[in-house]
């Protein structure tokens, strides 16, 4: 079975992580949508760590072969927990792609066995991020086409537009 790890805060997720598990969908297996639980940058994000994964099972719910479980410590080791062999990311335009580099080739030193697989969004989404849905939510824009639904609420609620 090919288990890919689709990491990240997803805070909150959007249509372009959406649109990349869909697609991921038609290579693994298995998708494993692990979102870190990082600590020590928890006040950096907008939602608190249960909020993330809420909306994260809520928008996945009925996507056969997708799991959503949260992790702390190193991507390396979960991937070695899981018996994965990729690591699934995405790359949506140049400047993304130093950082991804430099993080592919750690995982690839400590989890030799996974290989990170790169996808780009679909052209919509390529200039879709979290941090710009949730400036254009701060200011009560118009996100729908950006979100799930359920996210959508949560951000008006959070910046007090519900």
């Known amino acids: ?4 790890v689709y990491p990240g805060s997803f805070d909150p997720i959007t249509n372009g992580h959406i ?23 928890e006040r950096e994000y907008l939602f608190t760590m249960e909020e993330r994964e809420d909306m994260v099972k809520e928008t996945l719910k009925n996507m056969e072969r997708v799991e959503v479980m949260r992790f702390k410590g190193l991507l390396a080791d979960l991937v070695k ?15 993304d792609f130093e950082y ?3 993080m592919a ?12 697989f ?8 390529v200039y879709l991020s979290s941090s710009l849905v949730k400036d254009i939510a701060r200011f009560n824009g118009n996100i729908c086409e950006f ?4 996210v959508e609420r949560e951000l008006k609620k959070k910046f007090g537009f519900a």
């Open 147 to 150: 979100v799930p639904k359920v």
């Open 105 to 116: 080739l750690m995982n690839r030193k400590l989890a030799p066995e996974a290989e990170t």
């Open 19 to 41: 649109d990349l598990i869909q697609r991921a969908l038609l290579i693994f297996d298995r998708i494993v949508v692990a979102i870190a639980d990082n600590v020590e940058k």
């Open 118 to 125: 790169f996808l780009m969004p679909s052209e919509h989404y």
């Open 81 to 95: 927990k899981l018996g994965a062999c990729s690591i699934l990311r995405g790359l949506r335009a140049v400047s």
């Open 100 to 102: 991804e580099f430099q």
């Open 1 to 4: 079975m090919k288990i890919a």
